[in-house]
């Protein structure tokens, strides 16, 4: 090797960048899970995005912060779009810039994600319409509004657009994300570092298998939610 | 009710507040999945604790920070003490102010629990002696140092010692301890709102049922890591 490039500047450059857009009161784990597996692969380079780089808090937790390192003019190429969900995504859906920046780079992405209620921005930025989608189980109604196709499924991938379920989905959704980007052997390390075999003590994590009593308890606790997310998408996607 | 409580003080007084202990360069998701799964449930109240308050980043991640609620001196009472894994555990073992916080805590503590290489936090501060015990799968025969018995289990309960396997096991370890401290119903609640389902695509979440290679490599890569830990593990343990 005569000249060559340093093998770290090559590594990076190989690197696929996964743009990461968060806002404030986005889902601490929505972002946290996927986050882990992309830092315990080598072939992936995870980049935190907002609309200004002001430091920003998740839901609950006001004492975590995360300072973005990229605002929407000065994020470099993204290979992958991914947005969280959270009650913060009310912020996000109705922030034109960040609709915006979504449609923009969604040209060149190779890949446009989410992971929970994320599907919701996609969808309010017009990117979702005649795609097969999921979201979190108590908001798949408001995916239809967005003109996508609800799937119930917790990672779902059509075409270029891989979204996922609530919350924990994240992970799955990762390692899919980092085998469909480099290699499942890739992904296979990465859910070895983090010794990702899951082993639940309940079955209560989808409405079908939880008892009815609980599921219609958290029907009932997100009712008022789910009527301002579907007025809120109602007047954003009236706009268009 | 004449001069009762206000409803909200009975729920806080009610809670069973869990102590998690951080340190420079833990592992975010050892603490973001069980910190996800208490803030979805009701019957319980994380505290961040650290040495001083000042504010600590996660391995990787220098752009989040989490500032502590609280430091070893001002803590309230603590139901759990919780201690998450990473690099950063060189710090905590090496840190006496942490070892006798966590011995005297935990004398009146119901429960003293870890995720990840947390384990060997407790192990060094001498809690672990006689116990049935479970870290990170790289570090399972560190645990003897530390006079505990290796269990290969995702969340290994003995007594009141509650310790779990790697990273991603603090979100089943997550939903055992909200099962213990309130009711199987409150934890279920949890795992619906999150909608913990987990499907991994891949099966290579334990050294076992990975490849023969992977495994290797990973072996490969942690064997330095290996040897400091168990260096530092010796030095602490004969200071006793």
Redesign the interface.
Known sequence: MDGGCPFNLIMMTQRKSIGIVIFPEF???DV??P??LF?ASDGVQPL?IAARRDPVSPV??Q???????FDFTSAPHLDVLFVPGGPGIRHAIACSETRAFLRERSQKATYITSV?TGALVLGAAGLLVGYRAAT??LYMPLLEMCGAIPVDG??VKDRNRITS?????G??FG??LI?ALTN??E???A?????????????????H???DT??L??RNEASQRFREREQLLANILAER
């Open positions: 889902q601490l784990l946290a899970g986050l882990e830092g935190l609950l937790w004492h975590h912060t995360i300072t973005p390192e929970c979190h189980w917790r990672v379920g609530g919350v924990t989905a992970i799955d390692l899919h085998a499942q052997r992904a296979e390390k859910q070895l570092r983090l010794q990702y075999a899951p082993a639940p003590p309940f079955q209560s994590g989808e409405p298998k939880a008892s609980v599921a308890e958290l």
